[in-house]
């Protein structure tokens, strides 16, 4: 695993971080990034947002939909994925330092936790609610790049976190809907 990883980040993930460094790093985006990539910290942001939407009848079948996506996610790709893959850090591929703008995470890369909970919480409530959906995939879409941007995350990373995203957020949408069958509580 370790020798497709390094393959992966020399002929495509470091190249993609390179021109993001060189070609779109200016102030604006130093400024923004480490604010919109603290929005995907621990998935906080979205689990704050799934009980909200748990607490408002209307609203109860998404919030349950997110936080069950939000906890395959941590079991998937936090608790079993990242350790099994061990994937370091781009700024330590090549064991030189690097400046970040960011602390820098003390976990390994792969996959992307921020990204796989913005695209989880976003595409389940997108599946329940487009006109919230909407702004909330382009949140999430934000937070993925910023960990590109922000260099603490390869693009493959931040591929493979955003397709686990949207099965999950299908797989809880579904459950959600049979569950929301059986009990009363959720229209």
């Keep these: 695993m370790t020798e497709i990883f390094a393959w992966f980040a020399v002929n495509f993930d470091l190249p993609i971080l390179d021109w993001i460094a060189e070609h779109l790093r200016c102030g604006f985006l130093d400024a923004t990034m480490p604010v919109i990539t603290v929005l995907g910290n621990g998935g906080i942001f ?31 790709c936090n608790l079993t994925l990242k350790p099994l893959c061990a994937r370091i850090r781009p700024y ?11 602390a820098a995470p003390h976990d390994f890369s792969f996959p ?28 999430a879409g934000l937070i993925a790049f910023s960990r590109l941007y922000l260099y603490v995350h390869y693009p493959t990373d931040v591929i493979v976190s955003i397709g686990l995203g949207i099965a999950f957020a299908f797989i809880s949408t579904w459950l959600a809907k049979k569950i929301a069958a059986k009990v009363k509580f959720i229209p």
């Design 92 to 102: 330590d591929f090549y064991g030189q330092s690097m400046q970040l703008l960011v």
């Design 46 to 76: 979205w689990i704050a947002v799934s009980v909200l939407l748990l607490l408002i009848p209307k609203t109860r079948r998404a919030g349950l939909a997110m936080g069950m996506a939000l906890l395959m996610g941590l079991v998937v």
């Design 112 to 139: 992307s936790g921020h990204t796989i909970a913005s695209f989880e919480a976003a595409t389940a409530l997108a599946l329940h609610n487009r006109k919230l959906g909407i702004p909330a995939l382009i949140l």
